[in-house]
DNA sequence: ATGCATTGTGCAAACGGTTACACAAACACA
DNA sequence: TGTGTTTGTGTAACCGTTTGCACAATGCAT
């Protein structure tokens, strides 16, 4: 039984009780490196005696190397993002990478934060939000390895991206939909400032306007499933809508409550209702929303192979594309 | 505009550049230590100027503080945890104090990674889940300052604990229940080892028993909305029941989403169904759940607590005992 | 003028590892 | 037996900070 409250055994310490230098310490916990078997063999034995582990801290130090990696997010909660989360991590665990997660509302505690994880030289940075201005974290973060950023491009020597394509998606729903008679839309977008939410409403709006249709209304929300509700219940009174994009499924999935409860109006036949993400969520049953859904595991695939090559120092940043598709629920 | 893929700027660097020695570089970033504020003006603003903030690893190398924070959680999604989660990142960052992320559902690799986060000689641990054993983590982390974990009390010196306490709110919906005259109950587990499960599932087997009745059903599911949907569909084929009590919200839904489609069945008529957590998802329309729900706050305010407590190295563990409320809604 | 705190700064030794270099021992080959 | 390569280990410098100690300069009371 190890003793508690002790200081953690050195390597200084442990070379002496196995006779040897703390250079061959080292080595030993050191896969590739000169040092007899025999020696290793002991060494590991003694250390697993006394409880010693290298200390990661002064290795880093030494090393210029973390292995800690910056993930920037918007909500830890958020299910659009929370699927993706949870893969990445277990990825960079995977790795022996340890994520340090930065999340944050206020624009300037964001600023503060990235300033504060950059301190701690973080090998890589990935930044899920697209709340924050790539130029900010690449002033930030110029040290690092080069920065990968989920979708919004920024020309620069220090960012990877990954691009989303859902047009193709989008004219599909929009297809079904206007198939279905449906003529009067709408656009519920999530964060006003957001870049992936201009994006995403272009898709549709260019669909529509293919088909010579335009949107009706439009109202902003914060993709939460409150503001999803509200927004809808406003826009149903404020105009006459028989369709609704929306930014993403939690507000989709309030979207749909609100017309359901507060105007008895349901889906498909009344009101069409369309979500973005395809989280797990929308496939349950009581939601089964029609969905422009992105691969998860396909979007955390890319990140990782971003991140393995910049550890492969096969610099240059890259950038990598992926489309979307269409999930048939029953709410359009 | 800073120069890209330069090396970061030491203190011995900005010393030259600011005339002074490295010490006193040291001390300008040092909110109280003996400093001519002359001094310490000229060097923050010549660190302005070429970027340079104190290395935080060397720093906590000599200091014996990294001020990171390991946080041990069972998913990212659940979003059971996802609120408390995302409430003491906050926290946290609001102390400077950074997060790192172990989640991990395979329990050896569980071990793996504490004590891959242990050498990185992280100040505190927040063991949030259940899933392991809290021996193990004190083994692990014997150097640091005491653990706080959510649930499962240890009688170690490393230990500080919240208990949450839900007979009495677990008793309220009971009598509730009753009173509607339901009288054959199921529980509805998550996972079968989690400690956490046990307490709750002992709440509403007493309040039963004080009104002489008992479980007629049992089954056992993985915390997730297709487990509680799956498992109440065999449950209620199985078994003649008029009550669910599951382990969380997120199983209730599944639960109640198969009552009503698999079998017919609508709440609280026909079947009364009872979560546990009280997460936001509860109280949306669609889900409306009567639910055994702790104030998220008030335990990430106990987390906190405990982990000023331990800054402040008014060592000894402490224990912070918290009771659920009953949230009303239209399952039962 | 003298002594004595007080203040601000530099020097150098930590903190706990890694690694270039040096060197001895072991082995190869003629 | 000597030369050359390989293998395993130790020495010491370094990674970028912090901090105890020493010391000069300043202020203040005699």
Redesign the interface.
């Given at each position: 039984m190890?003793?508690?409250?002790?200081?953690?055994i050195t390597s200084k310490e442990l070379a002496k009780l196995a006779g040897v230098s703390s250079a061959t310490i080292s080595r030993a916990f050191s896969p590739d490196s000169r040092i007899g078997s025999a020696t290793r063999d002991r060494i590991l034995a003694v250390a697993r005696e006394y409880g010693y582990?290298?200390?990661?801290?002064?290795r880093?130090?030494n090393n210029q190397r973390?292995r800690?990696v910056a993930l920037v997010v918007n909500?830890?909660?958020n299910?659009c993002e929370?699927?993706e989360?949870?893969l990445l991590?277990?990825r960079l665990?995977e790795r022996?990478l340890?994520?340090?997660?930065?999340?944050?509302a206020d624009h300037d505690?964001r600023l503060q934060?990235m300033?504060?994880?950059?301190?701690?030289?973080v090998d890589h940075v990935v930044v899920f939000s697209d709340m924050v201005s790539m130029q900010d974290a690449?002033?930030i973060f110029?040290?690092t390895k080069p920065i990968i950023v989920s979708f919004e491009p920024l020309d620069n020597?220090?960012v990877s991206s990954i691009r989303i394509d859902g047009s193709a998606a989008a004219d599909e729903i929009i297809d079904k939909i206007v198939g279905d008679g449906k003529k009067r839309f709408a656009y519920l977008s999530g964060t006003k400032s957001s870049w992936i939410d201009k994006l995403r409403r272009k898709w549709f709006v260019d669909a529509l306007a293919k088909r010579g249709l335009g949107l009706q209304a439009e109202a902003f929300g914060d993709y939460s499933?409150d503001s999803g509700?509200k927004e809808a219940v406003l826009l149903l009174h404020r105009a006459k809508v028989d369709a609704i994009i929306c930014g993403n499924d939690v507000m989709a999935?309030?979207a749909?409550?609100?017309a359901r409860?507060v105007l008895g109006k349901n889906t498909p036949d009344d009101i069409a209702i369309v979500g973005q993400d395809g989280i797990?969520?929308a496939a349950?049953?009581?939601?089964d929303l029609t969905t422009l859904s992105l691969d998860h595991v396909a979007f955390i695939d890319a990140v990782v192979e971003l991140i393995e090559r910049h550890d492969a120092e096969l610099e240059g940043p890259h950038s990598i594309t992926l489309t979307c598709t269409a999930r048939w629920g029953s709410t359009a």
């Open positions: 190890l003793e508690m409250n002790k200081r953690r582990q290298p200390n990661a801290i002064a880093s130090l973390s800690l909500a830890i909660g299910p929370a699927e989360q949870q991590v277990h665990q022996q340890l994520p340090i997660i930065l999340c944050c505690d934060l300033r504060l994880a950059s301190t701690y030289q690449v002033d110029h040290t020597e220090k499933y509700f999935i309030g749909r409550d609100a409860r797990a969520m349950w049953d009581c939601n």
